[in-house]
C-alpha cells in the first residue's frame, strides 16, 4: 500500500509541476503579447496625437500680420499697423516677453481678440534675396589689364573710405557716395566693381536696374528700398548697379504709366542716395552703354561724385589682358603678345578673352596640347567676322547671314 501511495503523490508533483511550466510558458507568452500591444498603443496614440494636431492646423483661423508702432502699459498692449488696414491697440499674450517687443518688428495676431501672439523674423524681399550676394569676390585688381588709371579713380572714391574713414574725418570732408561707370560693352565695368568690393572686403551686391522694373504701382519703389536695406545690414556694401539706363533714362513730361512707375522707381533711387537715410558705409557703383540718354539728376555731385569711362584697351592694355587670359594656358614660343595685340586694335577685354578661348579650341581640334600663334591668328579671324556687323545682316566665317540688327 505504501508504494502504491509513494507513487501516486509522484504522479501528482510531476503533473503539478508540468502544469506550472506550462503557466510559466503561456504568462510569458502573454507578456511578450502585452508589450506588443503596449507599443502598438503607443504608436497609435503618437499617430492620434499627430493626427490631431493636424487637424487643429485645418480648422485653426489663420493669424494677421502686423508691424509694431509703439508698446503701451509696462508692455501689456500695444498699438500696431496690421495688413487688414487700420492701426490697432492690442493686448500681448503672457508668453511674449515684453523686453523683445519693441517697434518695428513683425508680429502675429490672433482673429478672435487680435492679441499678439508671436513674434515673426525679419523678412527680406525674395527679389532682393534673388539677388546677387557675394560675400567676397575672387576677382582682383591684378585680373583686370589695361586700366590702372581707372582703377586708381575707383580705389580713391570707393575702396579709402571704407578702408580708412579716419582720414575723411581728419580732413573734414565727407567721403562720395558712388561712381558711373561707363563704356562700351565688354571693358570691364562689372569686374573693377567686384574687384574693388574685394580689395575692400565689402559684401558684394549686383543688381541689373531692369530688374527694378515692376508690373504693379510702388513695386519698384520698394524693391529699391530692400536692396539699400539690404546693403546696409551687411555694410561695408557695395552695390553695383547694371545696366542703369533701364530706369535712369531722361524724365518726360508726357508719358504712359508704365513710364511713370519707372519715374518713380528712379525718384526712390536718387531719394535713397542723397535722403535722410545715410548710407555709412555702403558705396554704390552704376555702369551703363548710354550714358547719354541718363537723367541729369543722376550725374549731378552728391550722387555719382566721379563718373569714369571706360575705354576700350590701347595697346599696352591688349598685350596685358592678352597675358591675363593665357597665364593657365600651355603655349608655344612663337606667341607674340605685340603683334596679337596689332591685330586686335579695337577689341574690348571680353572680345580678347573670346579669342584666347577660340585659340583653345583650335588646338583640340587639331589634337594638340599646346596653343600656337595661328590658333591665335585663326581665332582673331573668328571673332572679327562674329563682330563684323553690317547694314543688312552678320557676317559669320566670312559669309552674310540675313539677320537684321534691331
Known amino acids: 500500500m505504501s508504494m502504491a501511495n509513494d507513487d501516486e503523490v509522484t504522479i501528482t508533483e510531476n503533473t503539478i509541476i508540468r502544469q506550472i511550466k506550462e503557466l510559466e510558458a503561456e504568462n510569458a507568452s502573454l507578456r511578450s503579447q502585452l508589450e506588443i500591444l503596449m507599443r502598438q498603443n503607443a504608436n497609435l496614440s503618437a499617430e492620434l496625437q499627430y493626427y490631431k494636431k493636424e487637424v487643429e492646423k485645418l480648422v485653426s483661423p489663420p493669424l494677421i500680420e502686423a508691424i509694431v508702432l509703439e508698446v503701451l502699459d509696462e508692455g501689456e498692449r500695444a498699438v500696431v499697423k496690421s495688413t487688414t488696414g487700420p492701426n490697432l491697440i492690442v493686448k500681448i499674450d503672457s508668453k511674449i516677453s515684453k523686453e523683445s517687443l519693441k517697434p518695428g518688428l513683425r508680429v502675429a495676431l490672433n482673429q478672435r481678440g487680435s492679441t499678439i501672439v508671436e513674434i515673426l523674423n525679419e523678412r527680406e524681399d525674395p527679389v532682393a534675396q534673388a539677388m546677387e550676394v557675394i560675400e567676397r569676390p575672387s576677382v ?36 562720395p ?29 549686383r543688381v541689373v536696374a531692369s530688374e527694378f522694373v515692376q508690373k504693379f504701382i510702388g513695386e519698384g519703389a520698394r524693391i529699391v528700398r530692400e536692396v539699400f536695406k539690404l546693403a ?29 512707375e519707372v519715374q518713380r522707381t528712379l525718384m526712390q533711387l536718387l531719394a535713397e542716395m542723397d535722403g535722410f537715410n545715410e548710407l555709412y558705409d555702403v558705396r554704390i557703383l552704376a555702369a ?9 539728376a543722376l550725374l549731378r555731385p552728391g550722387r555719382f561724385d566721379r563718373v569714369i569711362e571706360i575705354p576700350a584697351p590701347d595697346l599696352d592694355g591688349r598685350i596685358e589682358i592678352f597675358k591675363i587670359h593665357t597665364k593657365k594656358m600651355k603655349l608655344t614660343r612663337d606667341v607674340d603678345f605685340k603683334k596679337l595685340a596689332e591685330v586686335t586694335e579695337g577689341f574690348t577685354g571680353a572680345d580678347i578673352k573670346a579669342v584666347c578661348t577660340e585659340a583653345g579650341y583650335n588646338a583640340l581640334r587639331a589634337n594638340r596640347r599646346s596653343v600656337r600663334m595661328k590658333d591665335f591668328m585663326d581665332a582673331v579671324e573668328f571673332v572679327k567676322n ?21
Not at 570707393?158 to 570732408?173: A, D, R, S
Not at 555694410?235 to 511713370?260: N, Q, V
Open 386 to 406: 562674329n563682330r563684323a556687323v553690317e547694314s543688312r545682316g552678320i557676317k559669320l566665317d566670312g559669309k552674310e547671314q540675313g539677320v537684321s540688327i534691331l
Open 232 to 260: 546696409r545690414k551687411k555694410a561695408p556694401a557695395i552695390i553695383f548697379i547694371d545696366e542703369l539706363d533701364a530706369i535712369g533714362a531722361k524724365r518726360l513730361d508726357i508719358g504712359t504709366s508704365g513710364e511713370r
Open 177 to 205: 557716395k558712388g561712381i558711373l561707370l561707363y563704356g562700351p560693352p565688354g571693358t570691364g565695368k562689372t569686374l573693377l566693381a567686384k574687384a574693388v568690393a574685394r580689395e575692400s572686403n565689402a559684401t558684394f551686391i
Open 140 to 175: 582682383s585688381y591684378k585680373d583686370i589689364g589695361g586700366l590702372s588709371r581707372e582703377i586708381q579713380l575707383i580705389k580713391e572714391v570707393v575702396e579709402l573710405p571704407l578702408t580708412k574713414p579716419g582720414l575723411f574725418k581728419e580732413l573734414g570732408i565727407e567721403p
Open 288 to 296: 551703363t552703354n548710354r550714358i547719354d540718354i541718363l537723367d541729369p
